[in-house]
């Protein structure tokens, strides 16, 4: 793709709302937050091995200085956090339902207009209609995007208090029990910043693909661990967030998921935030000059960084045949 195609296509972020210039201190005064708060829960457990392929060949990427390092498998280039959580949910605090509802007022119409008919248009190019369930659907923005496309919405998300508000909300159905006892099929499900977060990603692939009807697809949206914004930032990164981010993907890592749960991956591409997360950092070390050029040439160097595949978000989809 050439230079000028690159730039007309690239969608507009708001980076002043998406990135503030407190974005990096208050990310990393959550992250600290939420390692004490596992820490006071259930605590932590050894994780020597690959969550994918199995394997104990490994090399350290970044040690946080927190009890908790960032490793990646040598075979199929996972990148995964040791030690793990006994149990991931201790990350999030009894507020959470009322934080989401905050989230909900104050940005719903531009993440519907912006990120979510983004979403949808993806969808299309291999699904045009059907029933979608969106795993971890949260107050629901992304369902009322698709059900103004045409899409049967149904929704999951573990929180029952936030089912509840969601389905009255959408007038759907959001399932609060495990996939494993949803009794419904879809043609779409979709899974937005949510695989990062769970303790098996190939039992949550694996579970997805049985409420699939043949030829339906599965969404993915998680962090690009073999991108320029974690590679260049590292633990500075806030994609690199322990114990709220266990796993990390690469090309190849999808690749291997693929693989062991016979899907097909029919598209990957990255998108993403690279240079408003250095802008972002630049502003907290003080460098504000930096910060100020970052931000003035986000759109055309995060097009080519997008173009690359080296962004730090990936997309991709997998069919069941």
């Known amino acids: 793709m050439s230079y000028a195609k690159a730039i007309n296509e690239f ?4 980076i002043a709302s998406m990135r503030p210039v407190d974005f990096i201190a208050k990310m990393n005064q959550a992250k600290s937050e939420w390692v004490d708060r596992v820490k006071s829960k259930s605590g932590y457990r050894p994780q020597s091995m690959c969550l994918i392929c199995g394997s104990d060949r490994r090399d350290l990427f970044v040690d946080l200085n927190n009890g908790i390092s960032v490793y990646q498998c040598n075979d199929c280039t996972l990148a995964y956090v040791d030690p793990f959580p006994v149990y991931a949910g201790d990350v999030y605090e009894e507020t959470y339902f009322n934080k989401s ?7 719903r119409e531009y993440r519907i207009k912006r990120f979510g008919m983004e979403r949808i248009r993806l969808i299309q190019k291999y699904v045009q209609n059907g029933k979608l369930l969106d795993i971890g659907c949260g107050v629901g923005w992304f369902l009322e ?5 045409g899409f049967e919405i149904y929704g999951q998300e573990i929180s029952k208090e936030l089912a509840g508000f969601t389905s009255e909300k959408l007038g759907i159905p959001v399932f609060s ?3 494993s006892e949803i009794k419904e099929s ?7 910043d949510l695989l990062e977060h769970v303790m098996d990603p190939l039992k949550l692939i694996e579970e ?10 599965i969404v993915v949206f998680t962090p690009n661990f073999d ?3 974690i590679q260049q930032l590292k633990q500075d990164s806030s994609l690199v967030c322990p114990p709220a981010h266990l796993t990390y993907f690469t090309k190849q890592s999808v690749e291997k998921l693929a693989h062991l749960t016979g899907m097909e991956l029919v598209h990957l591409e990255t998108k993403g935030m690279d240079i408003a997360d250095i802008h ?7 460098k504000k000059e930096a910060a100020t050029e970052m931000a003035n040439l986000f759109e055309q160097l995060q097009a080519i960084v997008d173009q690359a595949g080296a962004a730090n978000h990936m997309r991709f989809i997998y069919k069941k045949g």
């Open 177 to 179: 029990e495990h996939l």
């Open 208 to 217: 997805s693909k049985a409420l699939l009807n043949p030829g339906g697809i």
């Open 280 to 286: 972002a950092y630049y502003n907290h070390i003080g």
């Open 186 to 192: 879809f043609d779409v499900i979709t899974m937005f």
């Open 101 to 107: 509802l905050v989230s909900y007022d104050s940005m």
């Open 227 to 229: 991108s320029l914004g």
């Open 145 to 149: 995007g698709a059900k103004s496309a």
């Open 11 to 14: 969608l507009r972020i708001d």
